[in-house]
């Protein structure tokens, strides 16, 4: 299996041709016999002018030479951008292999399995599409913006004997470094949690079967803020500025003690501009993952494999500047492929073949869009447990 979670279809628009192909690559590769691909902002903020792009894109992938023997397909892309109500912006693309003789989508209001045959796409009526659930988080949930995209998709599979779900995800960002800085955790911290667990109690309640699930996408998780910077600029002095007109504060300014007072770090709602940027890219900024906390409060329901990328977030969008990040945010992992345990349980790693798992980034020096896609490609045990167990290659992309 491969599976990819991939922000901002809106990017296409930019550099269609370059995203295309670094993905194929990555499929070329690997050569998985299922293909999922998850996308969140599908057409970006300008969806009139974008939406064309993004059809172009699925019309690429369908008939480009990589995925030639994939003959099934279904893809689902929440384009009514109309519907304030409804509208999630969320893509999914699931492409399957030739290969694979029998493979089943789930029918919610059915509430049965259905053989997948051919190549369907849907974008004009998903609220009525059965094959999938689709839900937009409560506006209460993130009252600081007054029309939020925000929600998930999910979709089951069954591959052989082995059931499964997928959910694509988009939860809530920071809406200023500043308010994210004032308290460890912060509030916003607080916002994703309470929506990763309305989707993990909608995923696993009782109205259909509890199976094994991948949730994959833009979980926004950002690094402890406070605790990052006070890490980062622990020998530096610290400049409050303040609006003249509200007495709010505009911005922080961190200099260090000696050295002329150097600027270490200047922190806006939207800037986030620190002297070294390496720090985050030598040794794909392992030595910040202590400050990735978020995933923590759901560590008995969700699971992930070794983090060995960099932050996937924010990289410039300038197309001559692959691995630099923009000095908008903080860098963290925002884009993530997690697990329960009975789906972690169900990743195969053959003895004496390297690399059966992979757990990394697209494009590690291409622009792909302000958010580096990540995937994770594995061998998925569809007998587990059982003496004559298959294993198919499978790949998740985000």
Same mark, same amino acid.
């Given at each position: 299996?491969?599976?990819?979670? +991939? ?11 370059? %995203? $295309? *192909?670094?993905? !194929?690559?990555?499929?070329? &590769? ?77 029918? +919610? ?11 369907? %796409? $849907? *974008?004009?009526? !998903?609220?009525?599409?059965? &094959? ?92 402890? *803020? ?173």
């Amino acid at each position: 299996m491969y599976l990819i979670p +991939f922000y901002k279809l809106m990017s296409l628009s930019i550099f269609p041709n370059t %995203v $295309c *192909s670094v993905l !194929l690559q990555t499929v070329q &590769t690997h050569r998985p016999l299922f293909v999922a691909l998850h996308c969140q902002e599908v057409g970006g903020k300008n969806y009139e002018a974008s939406m064309t792009h993004v059809d172009s894109f699925i019309k690429e992938l369908l008939s480009s030479d990589a995925m030639k023997d994939f003959n099934r397909a279904r893809v689902y892309l929440d384009k009514n951008y109309k519907s304030q109500e409804q509208f999630t912006a969320l893509g999914c693309c699931y492409f399957i292999h030739e290969s694979l003789k029998n493979i089943q989508q789930f029918d +919610f209001k059915a509430k049965k399995f259905r053989k997948v045959v051919g190549k369907e %796409v $849907c *974008s004009d009526a !998903l609220p009525s599409t059965a &094959t999938l659930e689709k839900e937009k988080f409560p506006q209460d949930y993130f009252p600081e913006c007054k029309w939020s995209r925000k929600g998930f998709i999910r979709t089951r599979w069954a591959l052989a004997d082995c059931a499964f779900d997928l959910v694509n995800i988009h939860l809530f960002h920071d809406a200023s470094n500043l308010v994210a800085w004032e308290k460890s955790p912060s509030v916003y911290s607080g916002t994703r949690q309470k929506a990763l667990g309305f989707v993990l109690d909608r995923i696993t309640d009782q109205r259909f079967e509890r199976l094994p699930y991948f949730i994959f996408g833009d979980f926004n998780f950002r690094l402890d *803020s406070k605790q990052v910077i006070e890490s980062l600029c622990s020998t530096a002095s610290m400049q409050t500025v303040r609006s003249t007109d509200t007495n709010e504060v505009d911005k922080l300014i961190f200099r260090e003690s000696d050295n002329d007072h150097k600027v270490v770090l200047q922190l806006e709602k939207k800037l986030f501009n620190y002297i070294n940027q390496d720090v985050f890219r030598e040794n794909n900024g392992t030595q910040l993952l202590e400050f990735d906390r978020e995933l923590s409060v759901f560590k008995e329901r969700l699971h992930e494999l070794d983090i060995s990328f960099p932050p996937s977030y924010p990289y410039s969008e300038d197309s001559s500047q692959g691995k630099q990040y923009m000095n908008t945010r903080c860098p963290a992992w925002c884009d993530r492929i997690l697990m329960s345990a009975s789906a972690k349980d169900l990743l195969v790693k053959p003895e004496n073949e390297e690399k059966s798992i992979t757990y990394d980034n697209i494009g590690p020096s291409v622009c792909m869009g302000d958010h580096k896609p990540v995937y994770l490609y594995f061998r998925l045990n569809t007998g587990a447990g059982k003496p004559h167990a298959n294993k198919h290659k499978c790949c998740v992309l985000q």
